[in-house]
């Protein structure tokens, strides 16, 4: 089916592990997000990509890692995960265009232990 | 710097109520775009609309209308006759070309329409 699809929905880890968060979406969009959900914050960006290879830090990017090797993926690493990384993930892509509107996929909700 | 803020953190209304849900914007761009996302309880977020920064005419689709006022940076959302499907967090945002396409959200507002 065509969208983003996001995976895992769920994950528990502990501090000092790695942890992957992938996200795959199958309109060829050439923008993709990463963005996170905290109570009180709204959505903050984590990481952003342009194109394939080509990848920018967001607002809030300390502890994580993203690569953009293919277009259609956009995987979000945790290379030591801490409990302030506990949240909700959300990836998003959205066209080049000018007012391109940005599709969401449904989340990763992710506690660090 | 762009910033979104919506002071309103939670509304209750009880059903049949009109609510508006305020949003207030800070940006030095002339050219910018603002949107309005629904989150239900679900967790997914679905747009509901983008309004470019020429364009100041208000916008009615069904029961919600949206407030676009450059003079004071706002723009509103009000869903008239609400219904308890509209219980969910909404999300006002900011675009930024010079940004690369990105977002800016406000910290969303969420509503309880009680029936």
């Known amino acids: 089916d065509a969208g983003i699809t996001q995976s895992p929905r769920y994950k528990i880890t502990e501090t000092g592990r790695q942890v992957t968060l992938m996200c795959h979406q199958t309109w060829s969009h050439s923008y993709m997000f990463w963005y996170r959900q905290d109570l009180g914050h709204g959505l903050r960006l984590i990481y952003y990509s342009a194109a394939a290879d080509i990848t920018d830090k967001g607002e809030v990017p300390d502890g994580y890692v993203v690569s953009r090797s293919k277009t259609e993926n956009f995987p979000l690493t945790l290379e030591s995960a801490t409990r302030s990384q506990t949240s909700v993930y959300f990836c998003?892509?959205?066209?080049?265009?000018?007012?391109?509107?940005?599709?969401f996929g449904s989340g990763t909700q992710l506690s660090v232990l | 710097a762009q910033k979104v803020t919506q002071a309103q953190t939670e509304i209750s209304v009880v059903e049949k109520e009109d609510v508006t849900l305020d949003c207030v914007y800070e940006t030095r761009d002339t050219t910018y775009y603002l949107f309005w996302y629904k989150q239900p309880p679900s967790g997914e977020l679905v747009f509901l609309i983008r309004r470019n920064s020429f364009d100041e005419q208000n916008e009615i689709s069904g029961r919600y209308s949206w407030n676009f006022q450059k003079s004071t940076s706002s723009f509103n959302f009000t869903i008239t006759a609400s219904q308890v499907v509209d219980s969910a967090v909404y999300f006002c945002?900011?675009?930024?070309?010079?940004?690369?396409?990105?977002?800016?959200f406000g910290g969303g507002t969420r509503l309880m329409v009680k029936p």
């Open positions: 998003a892509s959205g066209g080049s265009g000018v007012n391109e509107k940005l599709f």
């Open positions: 945002a900011l675009l930024n070309n010079n940004a690369g396409n990105m977002l800016t």
